[in-house]
């Protein structure tokens, strides 16, 4: 089996561009050939057909995943994405973004995915509820509270994992450590649905001290408005950044002078988007990415920034709140444009780190504060991005391979003293 990364500039696909990150740490850190072999590839792949009779009592087939991609480090962890492009190399790739970020967070989880093909835009609630029933059905034989536990991703929330809280238990038992990102009625953590942005709020803030820089004189622009973009406005906005420019699959609307987000909520509220929003001036999704700005973060879908556009990149820093919104070619652009780039699996690790929490307190049958969820939150989060740059700095590499670096090393390590090879 070859561990030689793929030429540069050969389109990769998903999985390719996140092993391109895996296999140049591996060399760095002198990982031997067997234990990349292990990395390359998935432990588990589950693929099954969905059959759901919709509204209109036609039979529709749909197909879904679970992606288990390594358990050295602890049982699999990760978000259930329903999204038309959910395919399985997108699912093995953010089951391998999800190994490292564990790692590199120190959560005491593997990583996993989840997927269906889907567009819950054009579906009803009745029809989601079927769906994920079928798809908890189909994979259930293979989570387990300390064997596999699913999340929210893309197109899924709270009431999703609700619907798959309940058909878990239905076979198994009630089991609310099954799943994560739950309703707080259902045993969900508090803070737990802002967590993510939260957590890139916090990256964004820390990124900022570093460059003494003050909140107040820095503008950001959001792509992206759904959970993840939406919370980073409001608490980056509230910790004084100027949020200049946001966007959603229907249209942006930026604002030099800063958007006021309070407003925007509310008519987001009724209009169902951010276009249309009358404190700015109307901007299209492709331009949104070429604003002005101090830091630009993408917190929508992956591979938004490529070699063809990132030439026209105008911000001083870009943070991934999305999972890989940057290509690899993308990423040699913005290097050598000096625009330094805050991965992934640091930024959006906010998420998995209050689901681990919240699945700490199912366990333990107790409830945290709001207040205690936030400040754990925000002391993991920095104690990241602190090791992380310093290590950075210590090897001279560039923020994301320091992360790859940071949460590989620790995987290979488990995958030794565990005996696995
Ligand atoms: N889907 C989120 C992520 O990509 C959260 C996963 C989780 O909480 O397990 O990190």
Known sequence: MTTEAPAPHAHLSPSESVLNSVYQSAERLQLSPEVVDLLRTSWREVQAQLPVRMDDRKLRIFEGYRVQHNGARGPYKGGVRFHPQADLDEVRAL???????????????????????????????????????????????????????????????????????????????????????????????YGRDQATGRGVAVCMRQYAIMERADPRDLKVVIQGYGNVGSWTARIASEMGFRIVGVSDVKGGIANPDGLDIASLDAWFAVAGSVAGFEGGEPVTNEHLLELECDYLVPAALGEVITEENAPRVRARAVIEAANHPVTPPGDEVLAARNIPVLPDILVNAGGVTVSYFEWTQNIQQFRWSLE???????????????????????????????????????????????GFV
């Open 95 to 189: 089951a391998m973004l999800m190994t490292y970020k564990c790692a590199l967070m120190e959560l005491p989880f593997g990583g996993a995915k989840g997927g269906v093909m889907c567009d819950p835009t054009r579906m009803s609630d009745t029809e989601l509820n079927r769906l994920t029933r079928t798809y908890t059905q189909h994979i259930g034989m293979v989570l387990g509270v300390s064997r596999d536990i699913p999340a929210p991703d893309m197109g899924t929330n709270a009431q999703t994992m609700a619907w798959m809280m309940d058909a878990y238990g239905q076979k198994y038992g009630h089991t609310p450590g099954i799943v994560t990102g739950k309703p707080v009625e259902l045993g969900g953590s």
């Open 372 to 418: 205690m969820v936030n400040s754990e939150l925000e002391k993991r989060m920095v104690a990241a991005f602190h090791e992380l740059m310093a290590r950075a700095a210590q090897d001279g590499t560039l923020p994301r391979q320091a992360a790859f670096d940071i949460g590989v090393e620790r995987v290979g390590r488990a995958i030794l003293l565990r």
